[in-house]
């Protein structure tokens, strides 16, 4: 079955730090995998989309990481503000059955404290 | 360009009502969605539409209906609500051939 696990489920950082939140899936065949920001009460909005040739892509300050053999994904946000306080979703794409096939992440919920 | 909208925003049913939630796209996407988000579960698929006179059951069809309406419009019927549906409710779009899919604000329903 496929699964995507994401860790921690939460995280309370000071404003200013850097934090880096995990997902590990066990989708196969891979197609992509996407990082996703969802604000309280909002619905989520795209970070980064990486394909199984991409390792590293950046957007702002969020820098997403895929290892594509052992099936894990970073999120690593750089110099947090008050705004980054939100879920952090990573799904993960099936190739072919695409429209049926994406498998999404619980979220890690960030809390960015003054 | 106001992306993808839902409505209503909230919405309480008793037991055994029915609804049709709404939802509409101004960015001409063929394909849409219909998500529902539990505590501590990731978005599941209900149902999808490929494009305009298509749909599709997800992982979880059961006691919803769609209806295709258009183009820009994809509606999310509850025939006889039930508390296990208890949910927030997604909508989203995306234009054939892109990995991106936009998501509406949400629909936060719940059932007495």
């Known amino acids: 079955k496929n699964q995507v696990e994401q860790s921690p489920q939460s995280l309370i950082i000071l404003e200013g730090k850097n934090c880096t939140l995990q997902?590990?899936?066990?989708?196969?065949?891979?197609?992509?995998l996407r990082w996703y920001k969802q604000d309280t009460g909002r619905g989520p909005v795209s970070l980064t989309i990486?394909?199984?040739?991409?390792n590293t892509k950046s957007n702002g300050r969020y820098t997403a990481t895929l290892d594509a053999d052992t099936k894990q994904s970073s999120l690593h946000i750089t110099a947090s503000q008050l705004s980054d306080s939100a879920s952090y979703i990573c799904?993960?794409?099936?190739?072919?059955?695409?429209?049926?096939?994406?498998?999404f992440g619980s979220g890690t919920r960030l809390q960015v404290q003054p | 360009n106001a992306g993808v909208t839902q409505t209503p925003k909230f919405q309480v049913l008793k037991t055994g009502q029915s609804m049709t939630l709404q939802c509409a796209q101004d960015?001409?996407?063929?394909?849409m969605y219909w998500y529902r988000q539990d505590p501590g579960m990731g978005l599941r698929l209900i149902y999808y539409?490929?494009?305009?006179?298509?749909?599709d059951k997800g992982e979880v069809p059961n006691g919803y209906n769609v209806s295709r309406l258009n183009k820009r419009e994809f509606s999310l019927r509850l025939e006889s609500a039930a508390p296990s549906q208890t949910s927030v409710y997604f909508c989203?779009?995306?234009?054939?051939?892109?990995?991106?899919?936009?998501f509406g604000p949400g629909t936060r329903l719940t059932v007495t």
């Open positions: 989203a779009s995306k234009v054939s051939g892109s990995y991106e899919q936009y």
């Open positions: 997902c590990n899936y066990t989708v196969s065949p891979f197609s992509n």
């Open positions: 990486m394909t199984f040739s991409e």
């Open positions: 799904v993960v794409s099936a190739l072919d059955t695409g429209r049926r096939a994406l498998t």
């Open positions: 960015m001409n996407h063929n394909s």
């Open positions: 539409s490929a494009s305009e006179g298509t749909t």
